[in-house]
């Protein structure tokens, strides 16, 4: 088996082990979700409109609350060091685990969307488009805030302060995430090949980048 | 409990460092230490509690930068921190253990890594060496600390490499651990592979070179660095 493949199992085998992690995510994003119905009172016409960006953006704070698992547990364990002194290339090493963290955290709130949509009377023709826009939104969020959570680590109460250095990374992608949800909405279509444009990008930038902070983190 | 096979012959090259230092946190923690690890040899690190053994180990696994010096594998000096991280094993006071994963599952992840393929018959052989055949399909979360601990000890044999490193590789284990471990430590040497032990308890080896890392270590307030 590759790296790649050898990392990725690894890291599903223990999310499936240890699925209450995953759960607490999809469960945290259920209910931010449902609260704003609450909050802002049952008129249909105001959640439709605010329902693209209030599901962007508390699927935004739902993966932020997982993004320290992707690395903190192998660094406390000792795991981070022998992953680094595996011979293996450690970007490689990062984009399993990022992988792994998309694959455990962003497809179940992909998939978890369009239920969540509907408590906000987000009309018809914007359901697609919500899906396909997480999909091709969320990638960006696992491997951006992969460095993040790689810089953080050792650091006390590391989790605020990776909300504060990875939550204005996300800016771009939620204004192009909503804006892709509104434009089928009101029938002034934008392209989601831009969200795909940010995930490439961020393909290209973030297993180096998290890479270097590892290594900065074990010396 | 079995004794391992001597299968593979390392091709004879020595490790070695010159001139090494090493600062953390702005303090000097040695200076100007040499060592070198001929095939076969052992090199046993001593010195107090915080005298910088653990430091030196990381250095040698190209983990830690040094701030003066080189490393060097067969003379050459080290600098692809990959290719040098592929010939090594470190044990760490750390056992880098899954609790979620079986105590097999744990060892042929690592072997995979490692070896880019599990071998049945490899992995057997390691989780008989450290006496852990018994747990094979336990949770590692079921462990004893020892055991966590033989656990990552074994993982030296799933895969072979020439240099291992280890610190302090004797806590929390008992007598016929602490002599399966000699066992595999002699096992590696007699066929060609050099090891680094950190102890302050047994050595592990009767024959091997002794390198006081305390003898290195700074005392005055002159080594304290300002510009850090």
């Known amino acids: 088996m590759s790296v790649f493949t050898t990392v990725l199992a690894r890291d599903l085998r223990l999310a499936l082990r240890q ?94 969307s369009p239920v969540l949509a509907v408590t906000l009377h987000l009309p018809a023709e914007g359901y697609v488009p919500l899906m396909l826009a997480l999909l091709l939104g969320t990638p960006t969020v696992s491997l951006v805030g992969a460095v993040g959570a790689a810089l953080v680590l050792g650091t006390r109460r590391g989790g605020v302060l990776l909300s504060l250095l990875v939550l204005p990374l996300y800016i771009p992608v939620l204004i192009f995430g909503t804006a892709v949800i509104e434009g089928a909405i009101t029938g002034v279509p934008v392209t989601p090949l831009i969200l795909a444009g940010f995930a490439i990008l961020a393909l290209t930038l973030c297993p180096w980048a998290a890479s270097a902070a590892l290594r900065q983190a074990a010396e | 409990m079995v004794r391992l096979m001597v299968e593979k012959t390392f091709t004879a090259q020595t490790f070695s460092g010159a001139n090494l230092s090493c600062r953390r946190g702005g303090r000097l923690v040695f200076a100007g230490l040499h060592f070198a690890v001929p095939p076969g040899g052992a090199l046993i690190l001593r010195g107090h509690n915080g005298s910088g053994k653990t430091t030196l180990l990381r250095l040698m696994a190209g983990l830690t930068p040094s701030s003066a010096g080189h490393l060097a594998w067969d003379g050459q000096a080290i600098d692809d921190p990959d290719a040098h991280a592929a010939r090594l094993r470190f044990v760490t006071h750390l056992d880098a253990v899954k609790p979620a994963l079986t105590v097999a599952e744990n060892l042929s992840f690592w072997m995979s890594l490692w070896a880019g393929k599990t071998n049945e018959s490899a992995l057997q052989k390691s989780l008989q060496a450290f006496d852990l055949k018994r747990f094979e399909t336990f949770p590692a979360r079921l462990l004893s600390a020892g055991q966590r601990h033989r656990l990552a000890l074994s993982r030296l044999l799933v895969a072979p490499a020439p240099l291992w490193l280890l610190d302090e590789p004797g806590n929390a284990l008992d007598d016929a651990s602490l002599a399966a471990l000699a066992r595999a430590i002699a096992d590696h040497r007699a066929s060609g592979g050099q090891v680094v032990i950190a ?30």
């Open chain 2, 199 to 228: 102890s302050h308890g047994s050595a592990f080896v009767d024959d091997g070179m002794t390198l006081d890392v305390g003898a290195f270590t700074p005392t005055t307030a002159a080594h304290w660095s300002e510009e850090e």
């Open chain 1, 19 to 112: 699925s209450a992690d995953s759960l607490t995510v999809i469960a945290f994003f259920a209910i931010a979700t449902v609260l704003f119905p609450f909050g802002i009172g049952p008129e249909a016409n105001i959640l439709a409109r605010i329902a693209p960006g209030v599901v962007w953006v508390t699927a935004l704070l739902a993966a932020l609350l997982s993004l320290d698992r992707i690395f903190t547990v192998d660094f406390e364990d000792g795991t981070l060091d022998q992953l680094i002194l595996s011979g293996a290339p450690l970007p490689v090493v990062v984009l399993a685990k990022v992988t792994a963290h998309w694959l455990t955290t962003g497809v179940p709130l992909i998939i978890m």
